[in-house]
């Protein structure tokens, strides 16, 4: 662990409450605020029509590299309790809450049940934050989210254990569908690449590996001189396949397909469009579609 991030997490423990929870103004209606899109996707199902959802940041902005605006801060007054991230993917949400007053508002730290990936390598954060790319650790960020609510909301409490259930056991049928459509796959002579690395939890699920990440960080392209060593380094390890992240795909990928006769597919990141109950299911189901099709393309004949 760096001692940036170590300073970092220390700081944003003196600044924030731990999610022990003392119940929630006797029952009246609470505010959850979410910071990611499936974070919205999962409270959505939890809470169902008891509580009201407040994104902290509007549905048109990227959360990476996000820069605090004005109407965040209104946003983060009318919370009651913010579902967060917690490991580095939402560390602006912690801007927004401090600059807002906010400190006193409890936090839900959607990952505290969730084996984490470490991060070979990287500068800026010691383990993989994109636990939300994935079934099973969503099933688990669902659990403990759920839990929490029912700690600050106990007269909702069964309400939101059931739902929670419920929407689990859709996850887990969307997962076998494809563990039963992958499994009948030869995958001996899958070899990735990926664009952004970010999918690391979705391969462990299916019990894949990912042979290289192209950029060096989220939505900065490599130097020309990275590239070309990307390039090489596809080629030595016979990597058959890129994944680009849906809606930025580009020029990189074309460049890396021209130079490496690689096969392009793209995985979303879960990171746009408007938020809805539905986008997570969706946009897994997008996911493992286009895992599926990759693998096929490098079955042998």
């Not at 409450?17 to 209606?29: M, Q, V």
């Not at 910071?35 to 407040?54: M, R």
């Not at 983060?76 to 939402?90: C, F, M, R, W, Y």
């Not at 997570?280 to 189901?285: N, T, Y």
């Amino acid at each position: 662990m760096t001692r940036q991030l170590i300073l970092l997490l220390a700081l944003t423990a003196l600044l924030f409450s731990a999610p022990t929870f003392a119940a929630f103004k006797n029952g009246e209606r609470m505010t959850v605020g979410i910071t990611l899109h499936p974070y919205y996707s999962f409270v959505a199902n939890i809470v169902g029509d008891k509580a009201d959802i407040v994104p902290l940041i509007g549905a048109g902005y990227n959360p990476h590299n996000y820069n605090p605006l004005p109407d965040d801060m209104k946003r983060a007054q009318s919370l009651d309790v913010l579902v967060v991230n917690g490991i580095g993917h939402d560390q602006w949400a912690f801007e927004i809450m401090q600059a807002a007053g906010g400190k006193d508002t409890p936090l839900i730290y959607a990952n505290d049940g969730v084996s984490l990936i470490p991060t070979a390598g990287a500068a800026d954060q010691s383990v993989n934050a994109h636990t939300f790319i994935s079934t099973i650790t969503a099933i688990q960020q669902v659990y403990e989210i759920a839990r929490s609510l029912g700690e600050l909301d106990p007269a909702n409490a069964e309400e939101y254990r059931k739902n929670s259930r419920a929407y689990a056991t859709r996850l887990r049928q969307l997962k076998a569908e494809y563990t039963a459509k992958i499994s009948l796959l030869d995958s001996s002579n899958f070899k990735a690449a990926t664009m952004h690395g970010a999918y690391g939890y979705l391969m462990q699920e299916f019990g894949l590996q990912i042979s290289a990440v192209i950029e060096p960080r989220h939505g900065v392209e490599p130097t020309a001189r990275q590239l070309a060593q990307t390039i090489d380094d596809i080629k030595a390890a016979g990597v058959n396949v890129l994944f680009a992240e849906k809606f930025f795909a580009g020029k990189l990928a074309d460049t890396i397909q021209a130079g490496t006769g690689v096969k392009v597919y793209s995985f979303s990141h879960i990171s746009d469009g408007e938020y809805s109950p539905t986008l997570f299911e969706d946009e897994m189901r997008y996911n493992l579609e286009s895992l599926k099709a990759a693998i096929e393309s490098t079955t042998k004949q």
